[in-house]
């Protein structure tokens, strides 16, 4: 039986916002053991997603915000694995952009607990990036899966609709670099880092 792990890919698609369409490249992470998982985010391509979580059970489909390069496949994902979608209720109106006619299944909350093999997942809110936007930290593995909200280099882009650069600094501040300084940041695009890195970088 293999232990908690993280299984990761990276999938390529589009990001629109804004009237804006963009190319980008998503990380889809995967939680769990040989039995069970939760997906973090639904980027681009359903069967890419499957082929991560190599048949097991999906517990739950946990979105880290509702930016369409996150959320576009998680109706079709909840399809095939039968799995709820989760997300913070405050990314509503970013979620309608993408999805007119169905909803989540679950709303997150700060300090929230999600259980997957054995492990909890705490829910952080952290808005900045997206009103709804969270962060998932997972103490038994030391690491954080922070969607867009902080990357190597700094905090995620806030120049567009419903972001704020100060909002986003702020929950940074108080909710991640909080964190163990040697916990991994697992992040919505590009490389991994640590909270010890970004700390320094912000200041």
């Not at 990380?27 to 039995?35: H, L």
């Not at 997906?39 to 517990?59: E, T």
């Not at 972001?163 to 695009?189: K, M, N, Y």
């Amino acid at each position: 039986m293999g232990g908690l792990r993280v299984d990761h890919a990276v999938v390529s698609g589009t990001f629109s916002l804004d009237g804006e369409v963009h190319e980008v490249d998503n990380n889809i992470w995967v939680v769990g053991d040989d039995e069970e998982c939760v997906v973090i985010d639904a980027p681009h391509d359903v069967d890419a997603i499957l082929d991560v979580v190599a048949g097991r059970q999906v517990k739950a489909i946990l979105l880290t915000h509702a930016h369409d390069d996150h959320c576009r496949v998680a109706p079709a994902l909840r399809e095939r694995v039968t799995a709820p979608i989760l997300l913070h209720p405050d990314d509503r109106p970013l979620w309608e952009l993408t999805h007119t006619d169905e909803l989540w299944d679950m709303d997150l909350e700060d300090g929230q607990s999600i259980k997957v093999a054995g492990a909890s997942l705490k829910v952080l809110h952290t808005p900045g990036h997206a009103p709804g936007a969270v962060c998932v930290y997972v103490h038994d593995l030391d690491c954080v899966f922070t969607g867009d909200t902080l990357f190597q280099g700094g905090p995620g882009a806030t120049g567009r609709s419903y972001s704020d650069a100060d909002v986003i600094q702020e929950s940074i501040r108080r909710q991640l670099f909080r964190l163990p300084d040697d916990t991994v940041v697992h992040t919505g695009h590009g490389d991994d880092t640590t909270i010890a890195a970004e700390r320094e970088a912000l200041g």
